[in-house]
Nanobody, 113 residues
Framework: QVQVVESGGGLVQPGGSLRLSCATS????????MIWYRQAPGKERELVAV???????DYAASVKGRFTISRDNAKNTLYLQMNSLKPEDTAVYYC???????WGQGTQVTVSS
Protein backbone atom coordinates (compact mmCIF):
# COMPACT_ATOMS: atom_id res chain seq x y z
CA GLN A 1 0.00 0.00 0.00
CA VAL A 2 1.47 3.31 -1.09
CA GLN A 3 1.72 5.85 1.70
CA VAL A 4 3.11 9.37 1.74
CA VAL A 5 3.28 11.65 4.76
CA GLU A 6 4.11 15.31 4.21
CA SER A 7 5.47 17.51 6.99
CA GLY A 8 7.36 20.71 7.62
CA GLY A 9 4.74 23.29 6.76
CA GLY A 10 3.87 26.28 8.90
CA LEU A 11 3.46 30.03 9.08
CA VAL A 12 6.36 32.07 7.76
CA GLN A 13 6.88 35.73 6.91
CA PRO A 14 7.46 36.84 3.31
CA GLY A 15 11.09 36.27 2.39
CA GLY A 16 11.40 33.39 4.82
CA SER A 17 12.23 29.73 4.26
CA LEU A 18 10.74 26.33 4.97
CA ARG A 19 11.83 22.78 4.26
CA LEU A 20 9.13 20.26 3.51
CA SER A 21 9.61 16.52 3.86
CA CYS A 22 7.69 13.61 2.39
CA ALA A 23 8.18 10.22 4.01
CA THR A 24 7.11 7.35 1.79
CA SER A 25 6.48 3.61 1.92
CA UNK A 26 4.81 0.86 -0.08
CA UNK A 27 6.70 1.28 -3.35
CA UNK A 28 10.27 1.35 -4.66
CA UNK A 29 11.14 4.94 -3.90
CA UNK A 30 14.50 4.91 -5.66
CA UNK A 31 12.81 3.97 -8.95
CA UNK A 32 9.98 6.46 -8.71
CA UNK A 33 9.53 9.83 -10.28
CA MET A 34 8.50 12.06 -7.38
CA ILE A 35 6.39 15.18 -7.61
CA TRP A 36 5.48 18.08 -5.32
CA TYR A 37 2.10 19.69 -5.93
CA ARG A 38 0.29 22.51 -4.18
CA GLN A 39 -3.28 23.71 -3.96
CA ALA A 40 -4.18 27.23 -2.92
CA PRO A 41 -7.66 28.12 -1.64
CA GLY A 42 -10.12 28.30 -4.51
CA LYS A 43 -7.57 27.14 -7.06
CA GLU A 44 -6.77 23.89 -8.83
CA ARG A 45 -3.89 21.72 -7.70
CA GLU A 46 -0.71 22.61 -9.58
CA LEU A 47 2.63 20.93 -10.11
CA VAL A 48 5.50 22.59 -8.27
CA ALA A 49 8.55 20.41 -8.88
CA VAL A 50 9.52 17.00 -10.24
CA UNK A 51 12.56 14.80 -9.71
CA UNK A 52 13.07 11.60 -11.65
CA UNK A 53 14.81 8.46 -10.47
CA UNK A 54 17.84 9.58 -12.49
CA UNK A 55 17.85 12.95 -10.77
CA UNK A 56 16.42 15.05 -13.59
CA UNK A 57 14.62 18.05 -12.10
CA ASP A 58 11.98 20.44 -13.39
CA TYR A 59 10.19 23.32 -11.67
CA ALA A 60 7.12 25.41 -12.26
CA ALA A 61 8.13 28.81 -13.57
CA SER A 62 6.65 30.49 -10.49
CA VAL A 63 9.09 28.77 -8.12
CA LYS A 64 12.21 28.36 -10.26
CA GLY A 65 15.24 29.83 -8.55
CA ARG A 66 13.55 29.84 -5.13
CA PHE A 67 12.60 26.20 -4.49
CA THR A 68 14.87 23.13 -4.56
CA ILE A 69 13.59 19.57 -4.80
CA SER A 70 15.78 16.72 -3.60
CA ARG A 71 15.52 13.10 -2.56
CA ASP A 72 17.23 10.70 -0.16
CA ASN A 73 16.78 7.21 -1.53
CA ALA A 74 18.30 5.65 1.58
CA LYS A 75 15.53 7.22 3.67
CA ASN A 76 12.73 6.93 1.09
CA THR A 77 12.16 10.63 1.61
CA LEU A 78 11.51 13.56 -0.69
CA TYR A 79 12.29 17.17 0.23
CA LEU A 80 11.36 20.65 -0.93
CA GLN A 81 13.52 23.54 0.23
CA MET A 82 11.56 26.75 -0.18
CA ASN A 83 13.37 30.09 0.02
CA SER A 84 12.29 33.68 -0.58
CA LEU A 85 8.71 32.70 0.12
CA LYS A 86 5.91 34.92 -1.15
CA PRO A 87 2.27 35.25 -0.04
CA GLU A 88 1.25 33.60 -3.31
CA ASP A 89 3.10 30.44 -2.21
CA THR A 90 0.42 29.93 0.44
CA ALA A 91 -1.15 26.53 -0.22
CA VAL A 92 -1.40 22.96 0.95
CA TYR A 93 1.62 21.10 -0.39
CA TYR A 94 1.42 17.44 -1.43
CA CYS A 95 3.91 14.90 -2.69
CA UNK A 96 3.10 11.94 -4.89
CA UNK A 97 4.97 9.25 -6.75
CA UNK A 98 4.40 9.31 -10.48
CA UNK A 99 2.09 6.57 -11.74
CA UNK A 100 0.23 6.14 -8.45
CA UNK A 101 -3.06 7.67 -7.40
CA UNK A 102 -2.51 7.84 -3.64
CA TRP A 103 -2.43 11.29 -2.07
CA GLY A 104 -1.31 12.18 1.44
CA GLN A 105 -2.94 14.68 3.74
CA GLY A 106 -0.62 17.46 2.66
CA THR A 107 1.11 20.09 4.75
CA GLN A 108 -0.12 23.68 5.04
CA VAL A 109 2.25 26.50 4.13
CA THR A 110 1.11 30.01 4.97
CA VAL A 111 3.20 33.02 3.99
CA SER A 112 2.00 36.14 5.73
CA SER A 113 3.25 39.06 7.74
Amino acid sequence: QVQVVESGGGLVQPGGSLRLSCATSGFTFSSARMIWYRQAPGKERELVAVITSAGRIDYAASVKGRFTISRDNAKNTLYLQMNSLKPEDTAVYYCKPGGFTSWGQGTQVTVSS
